[in-house]
């Protein structure tokens, strides 16, 4: 069955380049980059403490995030990892499992948690989000597809490899009702040169509770961009 956006401008929207696409090893040179960060960490504020749940990006593991978690850690948050093994989609074991955590962290630090999600893991905490939005403090997503056209990124071969051949089910229904926001304050980072995701998707819509942010880099960089660090530095700083 196609899929129809019901919005003109979502029509034309298309996946990164193969040349963006290509670009994508950069994300190398970003992660060594990123070890060279001390002089960055000092000139940002410093953390009070409150948990902040990393969620990686499609085919990642908590070893992806483990980068961004230690420097989140060097600034004086209680930065966690998701727990649930390598990101290949939700289903319902993760739903439940990304419920459980979001109200263990809650109960245990007596404090709202902000949730970081990389990629498709952006998606994932827009949701939990929607559904417990008195355990959160703020979301953060990085280059992840929460607008637009689902189909417009270089993944879709990859997730049908990963799943065993499977093809993607479009649920446009669904994806236009995640389009809106959760009731917290969510902040949305893209890059124009992401060979993934089509920058597009990544940004949310105006609203009173949004704001989309521009840096520069790769999307499999993004987990460890000086850029990225910054703005979630500023934003995480900010009272809850």
Request: charged letters at 20%; a positive charge.
């Amino acid at each position: 069955m196609s899929v129809r956006p019901q919005r003109e401008q979502d029509v034309n929207i298309r996946a990164p380049s193969l040349l963006l696409l290509a670009l994508e090893n950069r994300a190398w040179l970003e992660m060594a980059t990123f070890r060279l960060r001390k002089a960055l960490l000092g000139e940002l504020p410093r953390g009070d403490g409150h948990p902040v749940l990393v969620i990686p990006g499609f085919g990642g593991t908590d070893a992806s995030t483990r980068p961004l978690r230690q420097a989140l850690t060097e600034l004086g948050y209680t930065a966690c990892a998701w727990d649930q093994g390598r990101n290949i989609g939700m289903n319902a074991k993760i739903k439940s499992g990304l419920a459980q955590r979001l109200t263990d962290l809650h109960h245990r630090h007596q404090k709202k948690v902000s949730l970081v999600g990389w990629s498709l893991g952006g998606v994932f905490v827009r949701e939990m989000a929607r559904a417990q939005p008195t355990l959160v403090r703020r979301v953060f997503t990085l280059g992840s597809p929460i607008n637009g056209h689902p189909a417009a990124n270089n993944v879709m071969g990859l997730f049908r490899l990963m799943n065993r051949g499977k093809p993607v089910n479009l649920d446009w229904d669904g994806f236009q009702k995640r389009r809106n926001p959760p009731p917290v304050p969510c902040t949305a980072i893209y890059s124009k040169s992401d060979g993934i995701v089509a920058w597009q998707c990544s940004v949310e819509e105006p609203a009173p509770n949004t704001e989309n942010v521009e840096v520069r880099g790769s999307h499999f960089g993004l987990g460890f961009n000086p850029q990225v660090l910054r703005v979630l530095a500023e934003r995480l700083y900010l009272p809850k």
